[in-house]
């Protein structure tokens, strides 16, 4: 089993920027694909964006949306994996999740993670 514990959530300016932590604990994480997602107010669990994934086998990728303003990184060492969001705007308003994919392949698709944490909330005012 794998534990996920985000923090960093909280409140913003438009154009602004935060950073978003996860920190696993009861496995090593380094082959595991860490995605983040997204709960926009008044959408349903199931209907969570993809934001961001990072694998040890591919590139970083992005959802069209943050393309360009959030940078998913990892620290191996300390399990943790990070979500920079810069130039903030009142859409990416949401609950933040983040997700561990024990097979390690490139994933995208809520069902493709197994473990999830219980999520931070980022709001961005203008």
């Known amino acids: 089993q794998v534990q996920l514990v985000e923090s960093g959530g909280g409140m913003a300016q438009v154009g602004g920027s935060l950073k978003l932590s996860c920190a696993a604990s009861?496995?090593?994480?380094?082959?595991?694909?860490m995605g983040w997602f997204r709960q926009a107010p008044g959408k349903e669990r199931k209907e969570r964006e993809f934001?961001?994934?990072?694998?040890?086998?591919?590139?970083?990728y992005y959802g069209d949306s943050v393309k360009g303003r959030f940078t998913v990184s990892r620290d191996d060492a300390k399990n943790t994996v990070y979500l920079q969001m810069n130039t903030l705007k009142p859409e990416d308003t949401a609950i933040y999740y983040c997700?561990?994919?024990?097979?390690?392949?490139?994933?995208?698709?809520?069902?493709?993670?197994?473990?999830w944490g219980r999520g931070t909330q980022v709001t961005v005012s203008s």
């Open positions: 997700a561990a994919n024990p097979r390690g392949l490139w994933a995208s698709k809520e069902e493709e993670y197994d473990y």
């Open positions: 009861g496995r090593t994480i380094s082959m595991y694909t």
């Open positions: 934001v961001a994934c990072t694998s040890q086998s591919d590139s970083p």
